[in-house]
């Protein structure tokens, strides 16, 4: 692609903790987003995330080197504890954040009526996946950016692009899911730990692994079984919409909602560009430094050499989803609804 | 000890034996009170030169991990206190009561302790082994990643260049230089 | 007003035509219920079986003195589905309650409701949406009753409504994928409408034969069945303001009896609790969410 008014897409990568964001930074992202330790982002889980110094010494740290920070305060405060999502913003803002990804649209406001220069990016967990439903937050709230949820194909992308005010941010690495984001209460219904207020989805806590002599593993969470895999199997975490289930007419388990699968969207890369996207997101906070290291620096040459008009390498960023499945989604077109 | 992982490179990229074939005799009349000072040294020094690993530990520092390399003859138990850090090996049937045992095999171990293994992965893959208080082993190997460079690197500098040259040698074996 | 109304959410399953007239026409004649939501919210193939009978039962509901609300679409994304929408919020004579946001772009400005699978969850949020308009909520099940009670002190702030599903399957989950129809190797394209063979739900089970989730197009539901009646007249005095029985295929107008009297104070909880029974549901109740339990449990230690 030698096309000079394309705009050369923004690689936004993961930072679980702060050597993770020094990973990332360094291995050529655009930006990162991360939260601080507490229920006001999506991925809350132990040993992960920000405290308000590091928070402090990351921003500086990508600011130097040429990248953005993007705060995730993408959960929804119950009501009576909205102190707290407003304290994540204030500290961020104080410590110059770049954006505040938001799905509540209690802390929109506040962001809004309290920081009015603030830029403001709508989470996935907002769910807004029409045109509509994003003017409505373009309007309300000078949203400038909305991250899609992973269920639009290229075409209404492209259809998309010409009816909004905003950008667009979309996935194109990492792990997938189908569950319409923000509405969801499985997790609590058997934890009693909320994905929306908790920021928490089939935590740690509440996961049991149980092998039986013949090395059969069975994964529960809480009182429930998941999933069950035989000695010859590689086992997964057990999230409650990758699990197996009995249906009435089917009485040996299959995956009820979704197989565990790997979002790879490398070979749409010039169509995503093409169709107006204007940032890429890598999904996977909770993955390893080198990990981190390995795909953002993969795709990062493969957006490079695509601006540069040269062939992206895609064997090699296939090959990052060694082991799992891979999906291009929805993206292509909608045969699987 | 550097000599031997050289050989045991050699063999095993050849394909020809087993990691295990190499520690297992070189170890097994081990007497562990030769481990413990050793080991102190390892914790004290990691608590020392990483507070953040410590810090990132938060709720968990009072929990004691059991930590089961399965093909060598010992156990190791780490308690990641900031201000009482505990690692000591015992025998496999002697170890006292822990919240979290995590076994696996020396290099699963290793890719732990070196930064390459993901949240996910622990759970993904049969190589590594979880029991207990599985909410803590998340967090141990978030900690763990949170750090420039690695535990793994720090402890084999604490032993000079045939330190830094094992690891080496582990980690092509591993496939991760 | 006496302040404690019954409500009947908008049936969320597929059921043929007839048998949702015929149910309207009972609500209609025999349940103490101020208000009926009538619309699809689930799945928009659905909605035209239903349309032709949308003007008999309004007025067999309004003759009855029950108020109409048009419930939208929980989740809009096809261009049909965003017509329908749009066609629905320029009703002019019922009240249309929200479901997504897209429907409140369409709604801003004028008198409209806010519902369950709409994400209010604080004080905030509540406080901007009247600002914009809206008059009534109805609120995720997952709150719990600390949070409620915020809630209602605001809405009482704000002279707005507020309500609360207290019987019924919950909905957990909403999806882009038609879980009915790949249960049946089917995409949502042509399914050929196999959840009508489900009228509250396709059951799902753990491997190990436990009852877990039920499957409704769409929409994971739990497969207990929410059941606050023992907590009704504790929200009474927090001042919630509608109580919302969410219709199964057993006896609604039982279940709206029971409710009714409890809120009363006609009947202890337990005795209702025993009158439920006898409506017919097969299976276990829960009310984990409103007691910070898990969702499914039933004990509130």
Not at chain 3, 194 to 202: F, S
């Amino acid at each position: 692609m030698n096309d000079h008014d394309a705009i050369r897409p923004e690689l936004v990568c993961p930072a679980g903790t702060p050597a993770s964001l020094r990973t990332a930074v360094d291995a050529g992202a655009d930006a990162v987003y991360c939260g601080f330790q507490n229920a006001t982002n999506a991925r809350n889980f132990a040993g992960l995330n920000f405290t308000p110094e590091e928070m402090e010494t990351s921003v500086l740290y990508a600011h130097e080197h040429g990248a953005k920070v993007l705060l995730a305060a993408n959960t929804f405060p119950p009501a009576g504890k909205t102190g707290l999502w407003k304290e994540a913003v204030d500290t961020a803002v104080g410590f110059g954040i770049d954006a505040i990804i938001v799905a509540d649209i209690g802390v929109a406001n506040y962001v809004k009526t309290q920081y009015p220069d603030q830029r403001l990016h709508l989470s996935v967990q907002a769910g807004a996946p029409s045109v509509e439903a994003i003017k409505y937050y373009c309007e309300e709230f000078g949203v400038r950016r909305v991250v899609l949820p992973r269920i639009l194909t290229i075409p209404e992308i492209t259809v998309l692009k010409k009816e909004i005010p905003c950008e667009i941010e979309c996935f194109i690495f990492g792990n997938h899911g189908l569950m319409a984001e923000g509405r969801c209460s499985l997790t609590n219904y058997v934890t009693g730990l909320s994905t929306n207020m908790d920021g928490v989805c089939s935590p740690a806590s509440h996961v049991k692994y149980e092998e039986d002599t013949k090395r059969n593993l069975t994964t529960r969470l809480g009182d429930f079984t998941i999933d069950c895999f035989s000695c010859t199997q590689n086992p997964g975490y057990p999230t409650i919409c990758k699990g197996r289930y009995l249906a009435p007419h089917k009485q040996e388990g299959y995956y009820a909602f979704e197989e565990p699968i790997s979002l790879n969207l490398a070979r749409l890369l010039p169509e995503l560009v093409k169709a107006g996207v204007h940032a890429f997101k890598i999904e996977g906070r909770q993955r390893s430094r080198a990990y981190v290291r390995e795909v953002v620096s993969s795709w990062r040459k493969a957006v490079d050499d695509m601006m540069d008009g040269q062939d992206v390498e895609l064997a090699h960023l296939l090959s990052l989803t060694e082991g799992h499945k891979q999906t291009q989604g929805a993206y292509e077109n909608k045969r699987w609804r | 000890m550097a000599i031997a992982f050289e050989e045991a490179e050699s063999h095993i990229s050849n394909g020809k034996t087993p990691l295990s074939a190499f520690l297992r005799p070189a170890l097994a009349p081990f007497p562990l009170f030769i481990l413990q000072p050793v080991l102190r040294r390892i914790v004290r020094h990691i608590a020392h030169t990483r507070p953040e690993l410590f810090n990132r530990i938060g709720p968990h520092k009072d929990k004691l991990f059991l930590i089961d390399p399965v093909n060598l003859p010992f156990v190791l138990v780490l308690q990641a206190h900031p201000d009482t850090p505990l690692l000591r090996a015992y025998r496999r049937r002697k170890a006292p009561r822990t919240d979290a045992q995590i076994a696996g095999t020396f290099l699963t171990l290793l890719d732990m302790v070196d930064g390459h293994l993901d949240g996910d992965a622990l759970f993904f893959t049969r190589e590594l082994h979880i029991e207990g208080d599985t909410e803590a082993v998340v967090c141990l190997r978030n900690a763990l990643d949170d750090l420039e460079g690695s535990v793994a690197e720090d402890t084999a500098s604490l032993f000079g260049p045939p330190g830094r040259q094992a690891l080496k040698v582990l980690r092509k074996i591993r496939n991760h230089e | 007003m006496s302040g404690a109304e019954l409500t009947i959410g908008p049936i969320l399953f597929h059921w043929s035509a007839d048998k949702k007239r015929d149910f309207y026409f009972r609500i209609a004649d025999e349940a103490p219920v101020d208000t009926v939501y009538i619309g699809e919210v689930i799945c928009s193939k659905r909605a035209p079986f239903f349309e032709p009978y949308y003007d008999e039962v309004a007025e067999r509901l309004t003759r009855a003195g029950k108020k109409i609300v048009f419930s939208s679409l929980a989740e809009i994304m096809l261009p049909r589905e965003q017509k329908m929408t749009k066609g629905l919020c320029e009703l002019e004579e019922y009240e249309v309650e929200a479901n997504d946001a897209a429907a409140l772009y369409h709604l801003r400005g004028k008198p409209h409701r806010v519902g369950q699978y709409f994400n209010v969850y604080n004080e905030d949020t509540m406080a901007h949406l009247t600002s914009q308009g809206a008059v009534h909520f109805t609120v995720p099940s997952e709150l719990p009753k600390e949070a409620l009670s915020v809630l209602s002190n605001k809405a009482e702030e704000l002279n707005v409504g507020l309500e609360v599903q207290v019987y019924g399957r919950t909905g957990l989950a909403l999806s882009a994928r038609c879980y009915h129809a790949r249960s049946h190797n089917r995409a949502q394209d042509n399914c050929q409408f196999v959840c009508e063979e489900d009228p509250d739900g396709m059951e799902l089970k753990t491997l190990d034969g436990k009852p877990f989730l039920s499957v409704n197009g769409i929409q994971t539901l739990s497969h207990t069945c929410l059941n606050l009646m023992h907590e009704v007249n504790e929200m009474q005095g927090m001042g919630i303001t509608h109580f919302r029985l969410s219709p199964h295929s057993h006896d609604m107008v039982s279940v709206a009896r029971a409710f009714r009297a409890v809120l009363d104070k006609d009947c202890a909880a337990d005795e209702g609790v025993k009158k439920l029974e006898q409506a017919g549901f097969k299976g276990t109740f829960s009310r984990g969410f409103y007691h910070g339990n898990p969702g499914y449990a039933w004990k509130t230690a």
